[in-house]
Nanobody
Framework: QVQLVESGGGSVQAGGSLRLSCAAS?????MAWFRQAPGKEREGVASIVTGGTLRYYADSVRCRFTISRDNAKNTAYLQMNNRKPEDIAKYYC???????????????????WGQGTQVTVSS
């Protein structure tokens, strides 16, 4: 069983930056970030495989968000730049064994989940 703990959430002004961290208690091949806004379904934000050779992004965050990982620390990061009001959501870290199969943003494919961290954008 792998435990995931997110940190770094909070409020930032529109156009500002924020970095989320996800510390895992053990190694997993694939790590990802999802988010869920009130009244909406959980959606995939970004995913990364060991070594960072494969990264996937939702169209809505591409070129603004960057996912990375430090394998030595079993930690994944989500750097969020140029934040917009539509980025307001609870962000969840997720992880799963490899290899990639199916859709990277399929939440059902992920085995381990964190408790989530709230991110808001102030105007």
């Amino acid at each position: 069983q792998v435990q995931l703990v997110e940190s770094g959430g909070g409020s930032v002004q529109a156009g500002g930056s924020l970095r989320l961290s996800c510390a895992a208690s053990g190694y997993t091949t694939i790590m990802a970030w999802f988010r869920q806004a009130p009244g909406k379904e959980r959606e995939g934000v970004a995913s990364i495989v060991t070594g960072g050779t494969l990264r996937y992004y939702a169209d809505s965050v591409r070129c603004r968000f960057t996912i990375s990982r430090d394998n030595a620390k079993n930690t994944a990061y989500l750097q969020m730049n140029n934040r917009k009001p539509e980025d307001i959501a609870k962000y969840y870290c997720a992880a799963r064994p490899g290899p990639y199969g199916g859709k990277w943003y399929d939440a059902l494919a992920y085995v381990y989940w964190g408790q989530g961290t709230q991110v808001t954008v102030s105007s």
